[in-house]
């Protein structure tokens, strides 16, 4: 069994590399949660890549229902086709329209296959989903017949915590929670992101995106996608180091702060620090 | 095999079930751990914890099973651990594993495996007592009794050599995860998923259903083929009457408070609030400034609002007594009629009302006016953390 060691364009920690070789292993589903941005989604890509597996994405919206991810009979075509007089209506098979779990159990070597964002969903969606994801079959009553999967797909589940899963769901997945990278795997993250990055702007940078992590009261602390962003504007507008290094009172509000902050209070709050923070020097 | 460790765990209020432990010893016998205690820890965590919130309950039973840990104070244990229990075979496996040949015949030097395991259950034992009231763990920065013993020349420092420095805590002793536990009080982290909380609770599902009418009529306009319409299913929105005790010694929790109705204010579809000072009397005001142009007399609340409102009280109930049993003990007007009696009134009306409380549980036998109130409300007070929120909800619904 080929095991999950991160890629080159990804950076897994110790504890998620366990956590994703054991789902892998033990065939059973791997739910991950952490804070917005810190690579939830992405993961399943890279370890599709990384095993060289297809990736099928099923996106849930509030208005997903489980049925949708196995199939959908199209009743209302159907009827449309038989006051047509349109030949197909004689076989309800033409009817079925597979979902994205049926295209998992049904492909030739086993793919990934991500549940995006499973909390948006009803409540009653994961139990919906336990036998499928147990035993990685179901029961199509339409045409009578059982799909089963040929291969189990390695399933991945990301959540946003809107909502809290139903505890017979969890019991079947393994589980891992996305911290928010030290500085360390920070850095090694922008490395893997943008080779060469001139070093001392990374470190300017850094000390500067956790010193606004720490700032109390923020809205929206600003994760590793908006540091990414963040540092790709720093290094296309050619800021030079001095200017992330200044810690001159006037000029507080780091430069091309829009891609860090995007709450318009915490940028208000951050210029009443700014301000607050000169007015002390002054005195 | 570790047994112990399952058991302790659900002593701790992990909801571990046999399921996920056997899920465990199923990732052991493949060999997913590889004798690592490192790796087992990540797998163990992955495997038998599911909810971020229990994860620091696990490091702390973790650390209390594999390195004889002192329990937590009483607060958040049940009971103290009277023995250090130590997995034998599990050391002796790693040890084996990692010691060199050479590292082994001074081990054998020493006396053997059994005799140092003997030493080493009472190194545990004396530092337990020399650290007695502390929440120093044994085996950090190099006064391991591991180390000591020349159990292994670099401790059990076992892992990948690129992060050898900072191995010298334990992962589990970090207990990074300390902050999402959910007994803590509501911050600025956890009061967005607080909020959740408050939406799960709010509205339920976005159905939709045929519309009739609507599809009637369009498949007319279609020539007789059939055209569906659909409208989203219209959902019980839930109403909340939120009261607010402001001013005084509610000074102390204005962030929390703030943060609790900056959160209802976006979850509720209808949402009503008032202000009183310590205890609802005949009047409760709209603003917290206390106008009188605010003033709302609780007979209009009492009629305008129906029981098909949700009330929720927040304050820390913490007041004079003779605000709640004496007619006249309010600190701001005279009120002819006791406390208890308007607030008794109140949940005639709406029998399944909540008090959030503020001030943390474990002070609430310190004051009186906290048990009367808690009397009053028939045991349905509940701390202001996430787990309180969680409770209070589960009540308010039922």
């Known amino acids: ?283 | 095999m570790f047994i112990d460790f399952f058991l302790k765990l659900r002593q701790a209020g992990v909801p571990v079930s046999l399921r996920e432990f056997l899920m465990l010893q199923e990732a052991m016998r493949v060999g997913l751990a590889d004798f690592d205690v490192e790796h087992f820890y990540f797998l163990s965590r992955s495997a038998l914890v599911k909810d971020e919130r229990h994860l620091d309950r696990f490091d702390q039973v973790f650390g209390q099973c594999f390195e004889g840990l002192e329990p937590p104070p009483a607060e958040a244990g049940p009971e103290p651990v009277a023995t250090i229990p130590l997995p034998e075979e599990w050391l002796r496996k790693l040890g084996e594993k990692l010691l060199t040949a050479e590292e082994k015949a001074q081990i054998e030097a020493l006396g053997g495996w059994d005799k140092l395991m003997e030493t080493l259950k009472q190194r545990l034992a004396e530092q337990k007592g020399r650290h007695q009231g502390g929440s120093k763990w044994i085996g950090t920065a190099g006064t391991s009794p591991f180390g000591a013993n020349g159990y292994n020349p670099e401790g059990i420092r076992i892992g990948q050599h690129e992060s050898r420095n900072r191995r010298a805590v334990k992962v589990w002793d970090k207990r990074e995860f300390k902050n999402l536990a959910d007994n803590v009080e509501i911050g600025t982290r956890n009061i967005k998923v607080a909020l959740r909380r408050l939406r799960r609770f709010a509205r339920e599902g976005a159905a939709s259903e045929l519309d009739l009418p609507g599809t009637i009529g369009a498949t007319a306009k279609n020539a007789g083929y059939l055209d569906l319409k659909m409208v989203p299913e219209r959902h019980n929105a839930v109403k909340v009457l939120l009261c607010l005790d402001v001013g005084g010694s509610m000074d102390d929790h204005v962030k929390l408070c703030e943060e609790l109705f900056s959160a209802t204010r976006t979850e509720f579809k209808h949402l009503q609030h008032f202000y009183f000072h310590n205890c609802p009397y005949d009047t409760m005001w709209k603003d917290a400034r206390f106008q009188p142009a605010d003033r709302m007399a609780m007979a209009d609340i009492l009629h305008t609002f129906d029981q098909s409102w949700k009330l929720i009280f927040v304050g820390d109930a913490s007041m004079s007594p003779y605000e709640l049993i004496q007619p006249g003990g309010a600190i701001d007007s005279w009120n002819a009629e006791p406390g208890q009696v308007c607030l008794r009134r109140l949940l005639a009306t709406y029998p399944r009302a909540v008090w959030l409380n503020p001030v943390p549980e474990k002070y609430w036998g310190g004051t009186t006016t906290i048990g009367l109130i808690e009397q009053l409300m028939e045991g349905r007070m509940f701390p202001l953390t996430l787990e309180g929120l969680d409770r209070a909800m589960q009540r308010l619904m039922h």
């Open chain 1, 1 to 283: 069994m080929a095991k999950f060691t991160g890629t080159a364009s990804y950076v897994a920690t110790e504890d998620l590399k366990v956590a994703v070789n054991a789902a892998i292993t033990l065939e059973r589903p791997l739910l991950i949660k952490g804070e917005p941005g810190t690579g939830k989604t992405i993961l399943a890509h890279e370890v599709a890549q990384a095993l060289g597996r297809n990736l099928i994405a099923w996106h849930i919206k509030s208005t997903t229902k489980a049925q949708q991810g196995l199939y959908e009979y199209d009743a209302v075509s159907r009827l449309r086709d038989s006051q047509l007089g349109d030949a197909r209506v004689h076989d309800i098979k033409n009817y079925i329209v597979r979902g994205k779990l049926w295209d998992a159990f049904e492909a030739d070597t086993a793919p990934v296959l991500l549940i995006d964002e499973i909390d948006k969903a009803d409540i009653e969606f994961p139990n919906d989903l336990l036998l499928e994801l147990d035993r990685m079959e179901f029961f199509v009553y339409e045409t009578r017949e059982t799909v089963k999967a040929r291969n189990r797909p390695i399933i991945m589940i990301t959540s946003n915590n809107e909502k809290e899963l139903p505890d017979a769901f969890l019991r079947r997945c393994f589980f891992h929670y996305i911290r928010f990278p030290d500085r360390e795997t920070m850095e090694k993250i922008v490395e893997v992101h943008y080779p060469g990055i001139k070093k001392l702007l990374v470190r300017e940078a850094l000390t500067l995106f956790y010193e606004i992590r720490d700032v109390n009261g923020l809205k929206k602390k600003p994760s590793t996608s908006e540091l990414l962003d963040w540092l790709k504007l720093l290094m296309a507008e050619d800021v030079p180091v001095e200017v992330l290094r200044d810690k001159d009172p006037a000029k507080l509000i780091p430069p091309l702060h829009g891609a860090l902050l995007k709450n318009e209070q915490d940028v208000h709050l951050f210029e009443r620090l700014a301000f607050l923070h000169r007015r002390n020097q002054q005195r």
